[in-house]
T-cell receptor
C-alpha cells in the first residue's frame, strides 16, 4: 500500500524565518511527487518532481527529491504571513493515477 | 480560463437522504478525479475517469457511492442513504497530461449529514 508521511505536522515560526517541510514516501512504481498548498479552500499545485526533475524553484519556494532515500523537502525562505497554510505532499498510486496524500504540515507564520 | 468548478459548495442533509454533487473540470482536461477530505487529513482518493470511462475506484468507495461522467465532460458523484460518517469535503480535480502529472482541484463541496 502506498504511503506518504509528512513532518512536522504543525510548525509555528516568525515572519522572515526559513522553514523546511519533510515528506517521505513509499510507492510501488514511482512516477512523481507533488506538493500542494491548501488554505481554507482547495489544494493549489506548487511543484511536481520526477526522476528527470529533482529540483524545482519558484520565488521563495524550492523543493528537492531524493529518490534513493525516498523523501522530498519543501523549503520556504523569508516567510510571510501569506505563507500560512497546510502544505500537502502526494504521490500517484503505483498501479494507477489517484494521488496518495500525506496528512500535511500546518504552517503558521506569526508577524 | 476557468478552473475546476463544483456545485453546490455546501450541502446539509439528513441521514438517510441521497445527495448528488457536480464537477466541471477544466476545459479539455480528459482526466477527472474525486477525493474526500476530513478535518486534519489529506485528501483521500475515491475514483478516477479518463474521458467517460471510470478506470479506478478506491476501497473507500462503498456501494452507496456512484460516480458518472457520461459525455466525458462534467461528472456527478451520488451518495445514497447518507450516514454521518459521510460528512466531509468532496473535492474534484482534473488533469490533461499523462499518468503522474499534476492535478488541479476545484473548491470542493462541503457535506454535512445531520
Amino acid at each position: 500500500e502506498d504511503k506518504v508521511v509528512q513532518s512536522p505536522l504543525s510548525l509555528v515560526v516568525h515572519e522572515g524565518d526559513t522553514v523546511t517541510l519533510n515528506c517521505s514516501y513509499e510507492v510501488t512504481n514511482f512516477r512523481s511527487l507533488l506538493w500542494y498548498k491548501q488554505e481554507k479552500k482547495a489544494p493549489t499545485f506548487l511543484f511536481m518532481l520526477t526522476s528527470s526533475g529533482i529540483e524545482k524553484k519558484s520565488g521563495r519556494l524550492s523543493s528537492i527529491l531524493d529518490k534513493k532515500e525516498l523523501f522530498s523537502i519543501l523549503n520556504i525562505t523569508a516567510t510571510q504571513t501569506g505563507d500560512s497554510a497546510v502544505y500537502l505532499c502526494a504521490v500517484p498510486g503505483g498501479g494507477a493515477d489517484g494521488l496518495t496524500f500525506g496528512k500535511g504540515t500546518h504552517l503558521i507564520i506569526q508577524p | 480560463d476557468t478552473g475546476v468548478s463544483q456545485d453546490p459548495r455546501h450541502k446539509i442533509t439528513k441521514r438517510g437522504q441521497n445527495v448528488t454533487f457536480r464537477c466541471d473540470p477544466i476545459s479539455e482536461h480528459n482526466r477527472l478525479y474525486w477525493y474526500r477530505q476530513t478535518l486534519g487529513q489529506g485528501p483521500e482518493f475515491l475514483t478516477y475517469f479518463q474521458n467517460e470511462a471510470q478506470l479506478e475506484k478506491s476501497r473507500l468507495l462503498s456501494d452507496r457511492f456512484s460516480a458518472e461522467r457520461p459525455k466525458g465532460s462534467f461528472s456527478t458523484l451520488e451518495i445514497q442513504r447518507t450516514e454521518q460518517g459521510d460528512s466531509a469535503m468532496y473535492l474534484c480535480a482534473s488533469s490533461s497530461r499523462g499518468l503522474g502529472s499534476e492535478q488541479y482541484f476545484g473548491p470542493g463541496t462541503r457535506l454535512t449529514v445531520t
